[in-house]
């Protein structure tokens, strides 16, 4: 496909009248009318007007991409004209604009346009092509123009992928740009920074968030390796990945018209570190990674996407039974009074989407947005199968290299076929297939082993519950927010869904040690530490009765040997402690801000002061006096 399969000579106009954006927009309108490619123009120009009122799309140096994503779209399309004596567009630069393309695109559809769509915006970057078109005598020359220039095009593209794999060094900037639609200013800003650090020397790679899906993405490496981090965006993107970088965060349209101002802000040092709220900070690691890490990586995408709904939910059903009435009916217990039940349904609902969240997110790790709905799917019929969390991961993996396959097999159909893949070949076959393999291959199996799990766990006598929340403690200490730490975590999210609340009890006591026992040593052994770390106290107990235990990760990358073993032995002392007590939780986060739904609080408050008086002392033993300055 090529952009003059878009743009059609009958919704073309070199020699355009308008006095007013109004106008031009009218105007453009009807030509892409002309092309049959709207059910009701009317409603697609209310699409144009409520782009418009996001950001203007008179992106500056005279031109104009108004575009529109609607479901009165028929078929992708392009419109185009030239205002030789310039509108008045509210362009961002505040010159009129004389060069002008609106862009059709259908609520649902393939990508391959979106790509060609991309590919004008990054060529209507060059000024000599830009005042080719404006100067255009015919609609024919117009077309030729823009022919030619996609050919060269193409072929720069090919020469920067070759160069980009053959890159074996530092980029000394990274960058990220994205827009609300992702059609246009995603691509020119990801040119106009490409250009830009060309002309200056500087390394650089764009990362692209369009409609089609990341293209060029970063790795943690390049991460990393650079120097500074550019986010031109007008909506979300990945940021925990930036975590403690210099980043530049302005809207798309910086990206476009202050591309070297940006870079020199960059290689200033006066961008702000980038400090991250998100507890789970998924690192993307680059393609040579192993398979234990790949796997990993894409569990950990599901699970952070997973924890709101667990968190959000779990406390509401812990607060449902903390206000509700025993008395009433014990077998109702929960929903008994008004206040419990609302409580109860909404944290219910809650947990509801979380198998279907973490399944389907894991898809998506694996196989971008086509395995968004297949994994959701499986992770619904895990849920109502019997399979449960063991179910809902072996679905989510399933379903992402079950849609990789697809895509290869659907690679030899006709291209005639493609705008199809995304909206009916995919989703059909990878549903019918998921569901199959849910019922007759996954369910079957999976729901025994977690049955037998279940049962293993409630048939424990105290001394093997002690024994398991000793280890379960110290995994949380292990590793401090890593791998160890989030396999005990989950492990005691997805027992509380089975009714096992007292092993989410000792979960939350181990992670909530470590900083604890930082925050007693460095108050009660400060010539073990410095003024810097000694000034960290409170933080650290606020930290520890919060249930963060990333807290003591400073502590523990300085000097691991001596920080490790003691909250670990703390951890393992709380955990165990907490099993012994016959403490139980039903809230899978809060620390001691969730004590009232705890039972027996006073044992888990006990536990939890041993623990971290245990980690305090061995800290106090293993760390030697440092020398005063």
């Known amino acids: 496909m090529k952009i003059t399969d878009l743009l059609k000579c009958v919704s073309v106009d070199v020699n355009a009248a308008a006095k007013s954006k109004d106008e031009a927009i009218n105007h453009l309108v009807d030509l892409m009318d002309k092309q049959g490619n709207l059910k009701d123009k009317e409603v697609y120009k209310q699409g144009i007007y409520a782009r418009e009122e996001l950001s203007t799309t008179g992106i500056g140096e005279g031109i104009a991409i108004p575009h529109a994503q609607s479901e009165t779209v028929v078929a992708p399309g392009l419109a185009a004209m030239v205002v030789k004596d310039g509108v008045d567009y509210q362009s961002l630069d505040g010159n009129p604009a004389q060069l002008f393309f609106m862009i059709a695109v259908p609520k649902s559809s393939g990508n391959e346009h979106l790509q060609i769509l991309a590919m004008l915006s990054q060529m209507l970057m060059d000024n000599d092509f830009k005042e080719a078109l404006v100067n255009a005598k015919s609609k024919e020359t117009f077309m030729r123009i823009i022919d030619e220039k996609e050919a060269s095009q193409k072929e720069k593209e090919t020469q920067k992928e070759v160069a980009q794999k053959s890159f074996s060094g530092s980029y000394q900037i990274v960058a990220v740009t994205a827009c609300p639609t992702g059609i246009a200013h995603t691509y020119m800003a990801a040119e106009a920074l490409e250009e830009k ?72 040092d006066d961008a702000p570190i980038y400090q991250s709220d998100n507890t789970v900070n998924l690192k993307i690691e680059d393609s040579n990674e192993g398979v234990g890490r790949t796997i990993y990586k894409h569990l950990m ?35 008994n009074t008004e206040l419990a039940a609302f409580l109860k349904n909404a944290g219910d ?68 076929f493609e705008g199809l893949k995304p909206v009916l070949l995919y989703p059909f076959f990878g549903i019918l297939i998921m569901a199959l393999g849910m019922v007759f291959i996954i369910n079957p199996p999976v729901a025994a082993v977690n049955n037998g799990i279940t049962n293993i766990l409630n048939s424990m006598g105290g001394s093997s519950k002690v024994l398991l929340g000793l280890v379960l403690g110290g995994m949380m200490a292990a590793d401090m927010g890593g791998p160890i730490n989030k396999a005990a975590y989950v492990f005691g999210t997805a027992s509380i869904t089975s009714g096992n609340y007292d092993i989410m009890a000792a979960v939350m006591i181990g992670g909530m040690v470590p900083p604890l026992a930082i925050a007693l040593a460095t108050l009660f052994f400060k010539n073990r530490f410095t003024k810097k770390e000694q ?15 990333e807290g003591a990760i400073p502590f523990a990358a300085s000097d691991p040997l001596h920080i490790l073993p003691a909250c670990i032995a703390g951890s393992a002392v709380a955990g165990a402690l907490s099993m012994a ?49």
């Open 581 to 629: 007590f016959g403490c139980t939780l039903m809230a899978p986060h809060g620390g001691i801000f969730v004590i009232g739904v705890i039972s027996n609080p006073l044992g888990y408050f006990i536990a939890l002061s041993i623990g971290a008086i245990v980690g305090m002392i061995l800290l106090g033993l293993l760390k030697k006096p440092i020398a005063s300055k």
């Open 301 to 335: 995408n599901g699970v952070s996407h997973m924890l709101p709904f667990v968190i959000g939910g779990g406390i509401l059903i812990a607060l449902a039974f903390l206000f509700d009435d025993y008395t009433i009916d014990p077998k109702n217990f929960g929903s």
């Open 197 to 268: 650090a060309k002309e200056m020397n500087v390394t650089i790679k764009v990362e692209t968030n369009g409609s089609g899906g990341t293209k060029n993405a970063l790795t943690a490496k390049e991460i990393s390796e650079c120097q500074a981090v550019i986010v031109a965006a007008d909506k979300n993107v990945e940021m925990a990945r930036f975590a403690g970088k210099p980043v530049i965060q302005v809207k798309v349209a910086d990206g476009i018209n202050k591309a070297t101002d940006l870079i020199k802000q960059a290689l200033s």
């Open 349 to 416: 609902t809650a947990f509801g989407f979380m198998l279907p969240i973490l399944s389907g997110f894991i898809a998506m790790s694996i196989a971008d947005r086509p395995g968004l709905a297949v994994g959701f799917v499986g992770g619904a019929l895990a849920s109502g199968g019997g399979s449960g969390f063991l179910g809902a991961l072996a679905a989510g993996f399933a379903a992402g290299y079950l849609l990789i396959g697809l895509r290869k097999l659907f690679d030899y159909l006709p291209d005639a």
């Open 535 to 549: 000034s960290t106290t409170v933080t650290n107990f606020i930290m520890g009765f919060s249930f963060i235990t």
